[in-house]
């Protein structure tokens, strides 16, 4: 028996190591592209944006690892069920649940192991990855600036830029909320170019063919519209980003539990906290969970197409997670309690698992 199960286990060693590289190079190539951009076009160090590339692979394996269990399963097992060795292996009386239990032992391991990367590792990685980022912004401003999206870095201002080419801005459009609920000040300007202030957090910005529009704050309704050709003005990086909070998933669990201790006593909605700490309790037991699924249907399927296996892993994988992130925002929108519905994707696949297995054994 001791051969029987080190020679199916040897099945799936290669196949996980494989897709487990595979899919983790594949998730950071996807985080390559904007990190390239930060060093050809924002001058930002290389070294600098290496050790946060490097703190992505971390977190992105709390989500390939589960998914590489299921894999190398799958691939492993339809092998040996399609060259007829499971039943081989049944012919001389050696029942299937058999070589089910060290596969169980191996889950659990792996599932020991997730636990301990999303309670210390994850979160550490997550949150020295936010404070990385949040220093080069104080050091390099000017990598505060993309394209397409609302920029809220600086103080009191919100910044909105259509295109950049090099330190070449266009159509920029700039938000100046004002106290005392009075009218926000609006510029919009044709063009623009940028510059760091040296030796400050500031960005300088010189903006051409614009206007500014201003209400008049004894009369809202009357406007003040301010045509220029050429006007310069200041951004400074907001003071709040120097100091990087934690997020709950950079939390551990204990920091979970006493944040949520805390903002109840402050009677603050803590579904969020709740729910992150919930799932990562939950998705620790998904290699268990995806190896008890694996198992019956690599033999109960019995292909030996490698790429049909792996679309089938992904497609069961890729359920279970839209399963989750469905149950995450019933959480947080308090419609069922987080300890009861963050469950649902683990309790869903465990059936799943169980009727599998049954008709797998009663074959």
């Not at 076009?41 to 690892?65: D, E, H, M, Q, R």
């Not at 010189?206 to 951004?235: H, I, R, V």
């Not at 009677?267 to 700490?277: G, N, P, Q, Y």
């Not at 490698?306 to 279970?320: G, Q, T």
Request: glycine share 4%; hydrophobic share 50%.
């Amino acid at each position: 028996m001791k051969i029987l199960r080190n020679y199916t286990l040897s099945e799936c060693i290669l196949p996980f190591v494989l897709s487990l590289g595979v899919l983790t190079c594949v998730f950071l190539l996807g985080n390559l592209i904007q990190l390239t951009h930060l060093v050809i076009n924002k001058g930002v160090s290389l070294i600098t944006v290496c050790k946060v590339f490097a703190l992505y692979v971390p977190v992105l394996l709390g989500y390939t690892l589960p998914i590489a269990c299921l894999i190398s399963i799958i691939l492993g097992f339809s092998r040996l069920s399609a060259d007829n060795e499971v039943l081989a292996i049944r012919a001389c009386g050696v029942y299937l649940r058999k070589l089910l239990k060290p596969l169980i032992i191996v889950g659990l391991v792996f599932s020991l192991f997730l636990f301990l990367l999303n309670d210390r590792i994850i979160p550490y990685a997550h949150h020295e990855q936010r404070k990385m980022l949040k220093t080069l912004a104080v050091k390099n401003p000017t990598a505060l600036l993309e394209p397409g999206v609302f920029i809220n870095s600086f103080d009191g201002h919100i910044v909105f830029i259509h295109k950049i080419e090099g330190n070449r801005l266009f159509n920029i459009t700039i938000y100046q909320p004002q106290p005392d609920g009075k009218p926000t000040r609006t510029i919009i300007a044709s063009k623009g170019e940028f510059s760091q202030v040296p030796g400050k957090d500031q960005i300088m910005l010189k903006l051409l063919d614009g206007t500014s529009d201003e209400a008049d704050f004894k009369n809202p309704n009357n406007f003040y519209k301010l045509n220029f050709k050429t006007f310069f003005m200041k951004l400074d990086v907001a003071k709040d980003k120097r100091h990087l909070d934690k997020k709950p998933k950079s939390m551990s669990l204990k920091e979970l539990l006493e944040e949520r201790n805390r903002l109840k006593v402050l009677i603050v909605d803590t579904s969020r906290l709740e729910t992150e700490f919930f799932r990562k309790i939950t998705w620790a037991f998904s290699p268990l969970v995806f190896i008890l699924i694996g198992f019956p249907l690599a033999v109960i399927t019995n292909k030996r197409e490698k790429s049909a296996n792996v679309v089938l892993a992904m497609i069961c994988a890729s359920i279970y997670y839209i399963l989750s992130l469905g149950c995450e925002a019933l959480s947080i929108e308090k419609i069922v309690p987080s300890y009861i519905i963050m469950w649902g994707p683990n309790l869903i696949a465990c059936i799943f698992a169980l009727i599998l297995n049954r008709k797998l054994f009663s074959m």
